[in-house]
């Protein structure tokens, strides 16, 4: 099947998401949707779904236009999505998630679960994916789950396969899975238009690539184009894709975690008696994948949480009891996982947001007064500095694209006079460009002679940031290693394994290459 889109625009209110879009994906062929997070791919495909009506252009099928009302047309035309955030229900079985919402039924008009599960087998061993139809949901893996999506799609009879973010929340190892049925599903005949920011993924597995920035396709690129060229072309510049940065020289002091853990309310462990160090001057970043105790550990820095046993020390003072307040005052400087909930305050205007847990510094106020000239003052300096994108500064900031929001955090919480900086996946939803600047930033925090916590999801952000890297899985330090481990083993060990094991299943891997290199 082939599928075109003409012309497609999109518009809310005033901002232009989509601006006049050519698209063409071909039969059995892979097209990567390349962009920086906000640039309009996601809301593109959301109008290929059906799920927004474009305000101008259209689609065609086979040359033939179409319209979609809603999601349920565009999978009757053969379109299947497979979203960034699973649609599962975590009670449900594989065979239940597949039937949702599209129920085989027997003639009496039950549910024909049997059929169900003949679904889920064979489409499993059509493309080796090894699914149990009974296994539950939560039971599962997320590369599982999201196997189980894919299934779900391909059970509907989808001829073209949108993935949003498909590796998001996988490990490097289910990364190369998806990799592999991506490319078997494209030899079966199915497009796959492939949404990402990833370059390394677009150069290995895509057959085209359309590159869009704010809303506009500003061109083609090849696979065979190294990612700082597919980079120069997501941000219109050359784009320095390493971290150039000095050996760490370690000083002692800093952030320690001495056997911490923490319950849910229903007893299961979040935390389990982990124990590691942040000397003053380096980068310890935490590998894992989401969802394994990192968001926990962050929060319980801050006084967001409270564990249930062990120490947290700063400086060696104990502030595993601190509440917010007191920790901020201690120095720490802390860019949360979700800035809509710890990091801003939507009503607020841009510059108030800059300074927003310094109201009692003497530098923006006098007492109970605020010094609204400093303030404005200290905001025109960071919209500067940090290249914050903004109408006016006495704008509320909900006003701003999300990643400009995350720019505000990041320039307010790295120019306090700090002790310790966390940061809980710093350049989420930023641009390559501020990638790039923020990962200068945290270097420079660090050459300050200032311990840096990194908790990243994006393993090349970990591993190109790293003096050292704790991996965790299930709450758990699997192992804290150096920045040169290998991708291979720091993979092994986000799905569990232990380092010993990991190594020795990466030299295994490795001897089994070389050997079938000989052979050929």
Do not use: C, W
Request: aromatic letters at 4%; charged letters at 25%; glycine letters at 8%.
């Amino acid at each position: 099947m082939k599928l075109e889109l003409k012309g497609i625009t999109k518009r809310f209110g005033p901002l232009v998401a989509n601006n006049d879009i050519n698209l063409t994906i071909e039969e059995g062929h892979i097209h990567a949707l390349l962009g920086e997070n906000g640039a309009g791919k996601s809301t593109l495909m959301n109008v290929l779904y059906g799920l927004h009506q474009p305000d101008e252009g259209e689609i065609l099928i086979d040359g033939k236009p179409v319209h979609f009302n809603g999601p349920g047309d565009a999978v009757a035309a053969g379109i299947g999505m497979v979203h960034q955030h699973f649609m599962l229900i975590p009670v449900f079985t594989v065979a239940e998630s597949i039937a949702l919402g599209f129920e085989p039924t027997k003639a009496s008009g039950l549910i024909d679960l049997a059929q169900a599960r003949r679904t889920v087998e064979e489409v499993s061993a059509r493309f080796g994916f090894d699914l149990d139809p009974d296994a539950l949901i939560e039971d599962l893996s997320v590369g599982a789950q999201q196997r189980v999506e894919i299934v779900k799609a391909l059970s509907r009879q989808a001829k073209v396969l949108i993935l949003d973010e498909p590796t998001a929340v996988l490990t490097p190892q289910e990364t190369d899975e998806l990799m592999a049925i991506m490319r078997q599903l494209a030899d079966a005949g199915t497009s796959i238009v492939f949404i990402t920011h990833k370059l390394r993924e677009v150069r290995a597995v895509a057959d085209e690539i359309t590159v869009i920035r704010r809303g506009t396709v500003v061109g083609e690129a090849s696979p065979q184009d190294s990612e700082s060229e597919l980079a120069n072309k997501m941000v219109g510049r050359s784009v320095m894709m390493r971290v150039d940065k000095a050996e760490a020289h370690p000083s002692g002091g800093g952030l320690e975690f001495k056997e911490i853990s923490m319950l849910s309310p229903t007893g299961l462990p979040l935390l389990d008696h982990v124990s590691f160090t942040v000397e003053r001057g380096e980068i310890v970043t935490v590998a894992g994948v989401q969802g394994n105790g990192q968001t926990e550990l962050a929060q319980t820095i801050l006084g967001l949480a409270t564990p249930n046993s062990g120490e947290i020390l700063l400086e060696g003072i104990d502030i595993t009891h601190a509440n917010p307040r007191k920790s901020l005052d201690a120095g720490i400087g802390f860019i949360p996982e979700d800035r809509s909930t710890d990091g801003i305050i939507s009503s607020f205007s841009i510059a108030e947001n800059l300074v927003l847990d310094q109201y009692k510094d003497s530098r923006f106020a006098a007492g109970p007064m605020l010094k609204l000239g400093i303030i404005a003052q200290n905001a025109r300096a960071k919209e500067e500095e940090f290249d914050i994108r903004l109408t006016s500064i006495s704008d509320p900031i909900s006003s701003l694209s999300g990643g400009n929001q995350q720019k505000v955090v990041v320039a307010r919480e790295m120019s306090k006079d700090l002790n310790l900086l966390v940061a809980n996946q710093p350049t989420r939803g930023v641009d390559v460009g501020s990638i790039e600047f923020i990962h200068k930033r945290i270097v420079e925090v660090r050459d300050q002679n200032i311990p840096v916590l990194l908790i990243s999801s994006e393993l090349d952000e970990v591993i190109s940031l790293a003096d050292r890297i704790v991996v965790m899985y299930r709450g758990r330090v699997m192992g804290i290693v150096p920045a040169d481990t290998p991708r291979d083993v720091l993979g092994l060990m986000m799905a569990g394994v232990p380092y010993d094991e990991a190594v020795a299943g990466e030299q295994e891997n490795a001897e089994v290459s070389d050997s079938h290199e000989e052979e050929k």
